[in-house]
Nanobody, 128 residues
Framework: VQLQASGGGLVPPGGSLRLSCAFS????????IGWFRQAPGKEREGVSC????????YYADSVKVRFTISRDNVKNTVSLQMDSLKPEDTAVYYC??????????????????????WGQGTLVTVSS
């Protein structure tokens, strides 16, 4: 099982980035996918997640409206569109995979310990 996040970079405040997570070694359509981030000196926090069917999505309050998660099970990719970026969005972003029942996804997704498969992160820097 391999996950690889990409798309990070340097962007000015108010700008946009689109992160992608590519998967190999397993069937994406069996897994929920989460995005997490970790800023220097801070704990890893949940940013967003999307369920297997793509019909349930959750977002951290700090990114609601600004970020959009989507998935393409045929292309085996999950994306995180990030708009109206703020300096406080600066962090290393990680994608993660796990199989979590829809009924408990809301409660479990924000905790990184509930996700078993992780990719290497991609750095997002929001600065002028």
């Amino acid at each position: 099982v391999q996950l690889q996040a990409s798309g990070g970079g340097l962007v000015p405040p108010g700008g946009s980035l689109r992160l992608s997570c590519a998967f190999s070694g397993f069937q994406l359509d069996y897994y929920d996918i989460g995005w997490f981030r970790q800023a220097p000196g801070k704990e890893r926090e949940g940013v967003s997640c999307i369920n297997v069917g793509g019909d349930i999505t959750y977002y951290a309050d700090s990114v609601k409206v600004r970020f959009t998660i989507s998935r393409d099970n045929v292309k085996n990719t999950v994306s995180l569109q990030m708009d109206s970026l703020k300096p406080e969005d600066t962090a290393v972003y990680y994608c993660a995979a796990e199989s979590i029942a829809d009924g408990i996804l809301l409660r479990l997704w924000p905790e990184s310990r509930n996700w078993g498969y992780w990719g290497q992160g991609t750095l997002v820097t929001v600065s002028s």
